[in-house]
């Protein structure tokens, strides 16, 4: 029947019901879709700035709160500059959501290492939350997070006021490549929080998402430590557009991002063409 | 019409019922309204309604329960459920069960009351075309072409046929080609790309804001009562090959299914070939066995029709019905064989030097380093035309502009466009990482994706070898010779 089919090209409305500047040209926005709108850590959803048009984000909260949804975005491009100028009390379109996120099935019983670089934070913030949330089902969490500089840490407060006092089954790792005045922290790249790793890898999970070359250099550290690569997950930027395996321009290998992704077991893509770039 | 349409609202909220009951009677409705969900279906039985109104969550039977059973004893009764817990999820299950809307609460009344005459306005649209199957036997007749074009032009309210213009066939209107002038049912394949059909350059796709998961409108489906005629089996192929595409998966392209299901396709036997023909390569005869609704021959005495499905096969019933078809002898089936021998000869023929003996994918896949690409690429003009008149391309982008129909300010449609791998930014990412910056990696892509990931993922290559992206290229690229230095011979 062609009545009664859904279109996966229409958005539903969501409104925006906060915006939180968290760098310099990063901010959160906390949205509320007018339909309730489940997903799992690590899908993506596409964003309708109205009259713009659309782009594709993870969302940085929690799978677990169904009643809204919030979405971490840096201001890089036509869309995310309009997003950025949208106030509370607007609106915007959401589809999705789209693609197979983190396996959490697979992580219970692992220690968990989460490597972040820059805005690859967002993502991994929803996956810190979901697990969390179930946190007796994880051996321990490492979060390794490495920034720019201290003024580009996301999500600062709360990972200084908040994660780090949450459990002591969890330990932070945080460093930027250049310090400043009031920085006390590591500086260097995110690999480096990498080097004296306390952890039985062959029961461990490793989770990366960053920048292309950051996920690279990160992944090949991941791999000299021993890490098998089944064990790593990446969670691949591409230019997701249509969200339903179809518009092509997501293509990594034989795969679709947005369909098959964005999150991948580096085993899955490892030869894979272009899957740095 | 719809003024005197019967409603029945099913809500375990007075207040609701009472809104409702009193936003339709305003437009001319006759409401009745019910608190619980088994008494709604009684009255559902003892009389029918042209539209049910339901709550979704309710004690005892809920709006599931009353959709699923309303449609069973009453199937042209139009159901719209009403929700306060609307998610994606339970749209998806409504609408799969029947439902013509799905309207979350709170609502405005105009939102209701457009709800109901979309739903039953929606009604009495077009008949839709049920599934297709294939028919156990296969019916084939012989029919006049004069005869034959008569039968065509009742079959649909747009009936496209191949007609000879200054550049090769083109698939035209049937009321639009000069009188007395003969269809052309043998020829190659023609100039257009048969996807424009179903996948046009440029489509409307959604209209927004909305905000509840919405289903299309009837205005976009609508005036799609067509029949494409003199389709060759290149073509065929990626047609076959693009349903794979958009109507298999979690999510079907509605926009693709309308096109597909309100349009008949008549294929015709190639007569070819010209010097860029290659369907033999890609393992395709220039003929079809399967997939079409009919399927033309010429031969000496008329033509010889083959219905291919259901909907095929009840055409040439009714004409045969009418006296118009003949039976067909055995001596015209095989002179029907033959002459496709021979066009497949011809093909084979003209092709022969560029026969590989390894299979494309492990030609293209070991082949993935060759300087090949880089030598390839200087000819290359990035043009984007080979991707253009692909019958298998059908890369889009989408894009967003005020809707041009109605005067509602702040009202958007989405449009989905061709778009080409071919062009530079086609993968680039907004932060500015592009997987396919040279030229180089864009033209390998196209080999690529065509001749291993699309063979891994539908079991066909993504090329049908029909010519046209050899016959448009400006750099002037032969992809037979591509794929044939990749084998090592010398071009």
């Known amino acids: 029947m062609t009545t009664g089919l859904m279109n996966p090209y229409q958005p539903i409305k969501a409104e925006i019901k906060g915006v939180f500047p968290e760098t310099s040209n990063i901010k959160t926005f906390v949205l509320r879709p007018r339909v309730l709108f489940p997903f799992e850590t690590g899908q993506f959803v596409e964003l309708t700035v109205p009259g713009v048009g659309e782009a594709p984000f993870t969302p940085s909260s929690s799978p677990e709160i169904e009643e809204k949804m919030e979405v971490t975005v840096m201001k890089v491009g036509v869309m995310t500059s309009a997003l950025h100028e949208m ?7 959401l589809r999705g959501p789209f693609g197979r996120g983190y396996p959490l099935t697979d992580f219970v019983r692992k220690e968990i290492v989460i490597v972040g670089g820059g805005v690859g934070l967002a993502p991994l913030r929803s996956l810190f939350l979901a697990l969390v949330h179930r946190l007796e089902d994880y051996e321990r969490i490492v979060f390794c997070y490495g920034a720019r500089s201290p003024s580009d840490i996301l999500y600062k407060n709360a990972i200084l006021n908040e994660w780090l006092k949450l459990d002591p089954r969890m330990s932070f790792r945080i460093t930027v490549d250049k310090g400043d005045d009031g920085w006390k922290g590591n500086v260097g790249l995110v690999t480096t929080t990498l080097d004296d790793l306390d952890i039985n890898i062959p029961n461990s999970i490793a989770v990366v998402c960053g920048p292309p070359v950051m996920m690279k250099f990160s992944t090949f550290k991941l791999i000299d430590l021993g890490y098998r690569p089944e064990q790593i997950y990446l969670s691949m930027e591409k230019n997701m557009s249509c969200g339903i395996g179809k518009c092509g321009h997501c293509q990594l290998g034989k795969y679709y991002v947005c369909k098959d992704g964005p999150v991948f077991s580096y085993d899955q893509i490892k030869d894979a063409r272009e899957i740095w770039d | 019409m719809v003024s005197e349409a019967n409603v029945l609202v099913i809500d375990d909220e007075q207040t609701v019922c009472d809104s409702c009951e009193r936003i339709l009677s305003e437009k001319g409705y006759a409401v009745r309204t019910s608190l619980d969900g088994e008494e709604g279906l009684k009255h559902i039985e003892k009389e029918p309604f042209d539209l049910v109104i339901v709550d979704l969550r309710m004690p005892g039977t809920d709006g599931i329960g009353v959709l699923r059973r309303a449609r069973e004893r009453r199937p042209e009764t139009v159901v719209i459920v009403i929700t306060g817990y609307a998610s994606v999820a339970s749209a998806v299950e409504v609408m799969k069960l029947g439902a013509a809307d799905y309207l979350p609460k709170p609502f405005t009344p105009d939102e209701l009351s457009s709800a109901a005459a979309k739903s039953l306005e929606r009604r009495i649209g077009p008949a839709v075309v049920e599934e297709e199957e294939l028919i156990g036997e296969k019916l084939t007749v012989l029919i006049e072409p004069a005869e034959f074009r008569k039968m065509l032009m009742e079959l649909g309210r747009y009936v496209y046929i191949p007609w000879r213009s200054a550049n090769g066939l083109r698939y035209s209107v049937a009321g639009s080609a000069p009188p007395g002038e003969e269809v052309i049912w043998g020829g190659i394949r023609p100039v257009d790309p048969l996807k424009s059909f179903f996948f046009e350059p440029r489509s409307r796709v959604a209209v927004y804001p909305s905000w509840r998961p919405e289903v299309l409108s009837p205005a976009d489906l609508a005036d799609l009562q067509r029949v494409i005629a003199g389709v060759k089996r290149c073509d065929l192929q990626a047609l076959n090959l693009l349903d794979k595409i958009f109507l298999e998966g979690d999510f079907i392209d509605p926009v693709y299914k309308a096109a597909r299901e309100n349009t008949l396709v008549v294929t015709a036997d190639c007569s070819g070939p010209t010097s860029s023909c290659s369907c033999v390569l890609m393992g395709l005869d220039p003929f079809c066995e399967e997939g079409f609704d009919l399927n033309v021959s010429e031969v000496s005495d008329g033509l010889v029709i083959e219905a291919g499905s259901r909907r095929g096969k009840q055409a040439i019933e009714a004409y045969h019905a009418k006296a118009w078809t003949k039976e067909v002898e055995t001596f015209h089936l ?21 026969l590989p003996e390894e299979p494309y994918e492990a030609l293209v896949q070991e082949g993935s380093d060759s300087p090949l690409w880089e030598k390839c690429a200087e000819a290359c003009v990035g043009c984007a035309a080979c991707t253009q008149v692909c019958p298998t391309c059908h890369c889009f982008f989408l894009y967003d502009q005020p809707e041009r129909e109605s005067k509602v300010k702040g009202r958007y449609e989405r449009i989905r466009a061709w778009d080409s791998c071919q062009y530079a930014a086609f993968a680039r990412v907004a932060g500015g990482a592009n997987p396919r910056k040279s030229r180089e990696a864009r033209f390998r892509h196209r080999y690529i994706h065509k001749l291993v990931d699309m063979k891994e993922a539908h079991g066909v290559y993504g090329c049908t070898g029909c010519g046209r ?18 084998s090592g011979v010398e071009v």
């Open chain 2, 334 to 354: 095989e002179e029907r064989e033959e002459r496709r021998r021979q066009v497949r000869e011809a093909i084979v023929q003209m092709n022969g030097d560029f």
């Open chain 2, 469 to 486: 992206c050899i016959d448009v290229c400006m750099g002037r690229i032969d992809m037979r010779e591509v794929i044939w230095e990749l």
């Open chain 1, 87 to 93: 106030k509370p009390g607007e609106w915007v379109g």
